[in-house]
């Protein structure tokens, strides 16, 4: 289940934790805990929050980033991106 949400952050565009949550049948509160593991794992980085989502089109990490409402920012690490091109 862990690969499956790193080809979805992978998939580029901006991604709702209920959206993502709900692609993989689980709830919010676990998903926050895969997302901190592929971040442990190396797969991904959190970027910080306070991102104003309505930007996204410029911004240059846009199509590579998940955020939630709450502002966070999770992008593929270089790990990340070899991984999921293998799928």
């Known amino acids: 289940m862990l690969m499956r949400l790193l080809q979805l952050v992978a998939e580029g565009g901006v991604h709702s934790y209920a959206t993502l949550a709900g692609q993989l049948d689980v709830s919010t509160g676990l998903l926050e805990q895969m997302l901190q593991d592929l971040a442990r794992m190396g797969y991904i980085a959190?970027?910080?929050?306070?991102?104003?989502?309505?930007?996204?089109?410029?911004?240059?990490?846009?199509?590579?980033?998940?955020?939630?409402?709450?502002?966070?920012?999770?992008?593929?690490?270089?790990k990340g991106v070899q991984t999921a091109a293998r799928g």
């Open 46 to 78: 959190s970027v910080g929050g306070a991102c104003d989502t309505s930007q996204c089109r410029h911004c240059p990490l846009g199509g590579s980033c998940a955020t939630d409402t709450r502002g966070n920012v999770w992008v593929l690490t270089e």
